[in-house]
């Protein structure tokens, strides 16, 4: 059984992390190398060590996300890679924005609880456009008449936002708006692009403003 050298094994997930459009894990890297010629145990992790060094004066850095590592762009030199994608910025109603923010720090929380707290109806194209998006998802009900379903955010919301785990989220007294959590910008990958309107909503004073990646919302 052949026994590769840690050069060739940096080389391989690093080629790997920057052919992925997504973040990998150090089990999805190990399973790049087959049987036969398997990444000698400890490789994987000094790559991908070894590679965090290598970035300290680039323009991107290697982290770990909640679903694994990625190759994104440093927040010093975000404001001018962003540019490529200003066209085609995700752009979301106030009221998709408020309810995902709720979600993030109040989760798990039903969607009746939610309105309880904006002071209006959530509309059911803001779940469902969050849960198309993989930004949240139902992960119980609540024991109350009706069982109303418990929402959470996902990996690839934590992913989005540069984070791996929630505990990493700014503590909500000193957040005065979700915009300070930019989304990470990975390295080579495209942005999504879409607008999501509620015109079920209207009358929300809010909702007919759409902003890009932006979230204010009250505390209690």
Request: proline fraction near 6%; charged fraction near 25%; aromatic fraction near 6%.
């Amino acid at each position: 059984m052949t026994e590769l050298d840690q050069t060739l094994v940096t080389r391989i997930v690093e080629a790997a992390l920057l052919a992925a459009n997504q973040p990998l894990s150090v089990v999805q890297l190990h399973g790049l190398f087959p049987l036969d010629e398997p990444a000698p145990e400890g490789s994987v992790e000094t790559a991908l060590a070894d590679l965090q060094t290598a970035c300290a004066e680039r323009g991107v850095e290697l982290v770990e996300l909640a679903s694994g590592w990625r190759f994104q762009v440093k927040a010093d030199v975000h404001p001018w890679v962003a540019r490529l994608w200003t066209e085609r910025q995700t752009r979301y109603t106030r009221a998709t924005l408020e309810t995902l923010a709720l979600i993030a720090y109040r989760q798990p929380i039903t969607r009746g609880e939610i309105e309880q707290v904006r002071g209006v109806a959530v509309n059911s194209s803001i779940i469902k456009a969050l849960e198309e998006r993989e930004w949240i998802r139902v992960v119980g009900h609540r024991d109350v008449p009706g069982k109303p379903e418990l929402l959470a955010t996902t990996k690839a919301f934590l992913d989005y936002f540069g984070l791996k785990r929630l505990d990493e989220l700014p503590p909500l007294s000193e957040l005065k708006d979700i915009g300070e959590l930019e989304p990470q910008l990975p390295f080579g990958a495209e942005m999504v692009s879409g607008t999501i309107t509620d015109t079920a909503e209207a009358t929300d004073q809010h909702q007919d403003e759409i902003v890009p990646d932006t979230i204010s919302i009250e505390q209690n």
